[in-house]
């Protein structure tokens, strides 16, 4: 019933930018759920990148501050990572996660793949 579907993903160059989307169907109340985004690079384990709470407060990894920014449309069910200045180290597989409670969902991941 509850599906999250990830788009934006690609390759580009170091310095380009990047904006991933996540739409989400199928939650009420969406506004209500913390909002993160994690990756997984090559041979890492999944970190968190980004989280957006209900009240809008924000937090980020150290390596992608400045760089990234996460945000929401809860008219749209949808949120954002905003990625710039990309560099090969945020290769990654990134991935959408709600979280309210009881309730965590978890999108199907999008390549990212930053290169020369």
């Known amino acids: 019933q509850v599906q999250l579907v990830e788009s934006g993903g690609g390759l580009v160059q170091p310095g380009g930018s990047l904006r991933l989307s996540c739409a989400a169907s199928g939650i009420i109340f969406f506004s209500h759920y913390t909002m993160h985004w994690y990756r997984q690079g090559p041979g890492k384990q999944r970190e968190l990148v980004a989280t957006?709470?209900?009240?809008?407060?924000?937090d980020y990894a150290d390596s992608v501050k400045g760089r990234f920014t996460i945000s929401r449309d809860n008219a749209k069910n949808t949120v954002y990572l905003q990625m710039n200045t990309l560099k090969p180290e945020d290769t990654a597989v990134y991935y959408c996660n709600a979280d309210w409670g009881p309730h965590n969902y978890w999108g199907q991941g999008t390549q990212v793949t930053v290169s020369s």
């Open positions: 957006e709470r209900s009240d809008d407060t924000t």
